[in-house]
């Protein structure tokens, strides 16, 4: 999974200037969905933001680095290659990306 292409999409779409740090570049090579939301492989680019999960996201961290925030500023996870993390639908917090990230996703309801 470390050799698929992905495709740029460009800036993250939480991302907000003057408020996150880097410019974070998101790709994606989106798999069928079998019986899920949406699976595949998702690229990014050191930088930050904030985000509310509105389903709950299962992942594989591939290569790269990155630390998840809850919102009230404590370490949820260090991300680095090997780890399987899942955020819950509802979680609020932040996504730090240290060294540009790859995983393979799985989203549920």
């Known amino acids: 999974y470390l050799r698929i292409s992905v495709t740029p999409q460009g800036t993250h779409k939480l991302w907000r200037a ?10 994606t090579r989106l798999f069928d969905k079998g019986n899920t939301m949406g699976t595949g492989l998702w690229e990014c680019t ?3 933001w904030s985000i509310t999960r509105d389903s709950t996201e299962s992942f594989l961290v591939l290569k790269g680095a990155a ?6 500023g404590t370490i949820r996870v260090k991300l680095r290659p090997g780890v399987w993390h ?3 639908a509802g979680w609020s917090g932040r996504w730090v990306v240290e060294e540009t990230l790859r995983k393979m996703f799985v989203v549920t309801a």
């Open 46 to 48: 050191p930088g930050s």
């Open 67 to 72: 630390t998840l925030y809850d919102s009230d």
């Open 18 to 27: 003057g408020s996150d740090v880097g410019h974070p570049q998101v790709s």
């Open 86 to 88: 899942t955020t819950p």
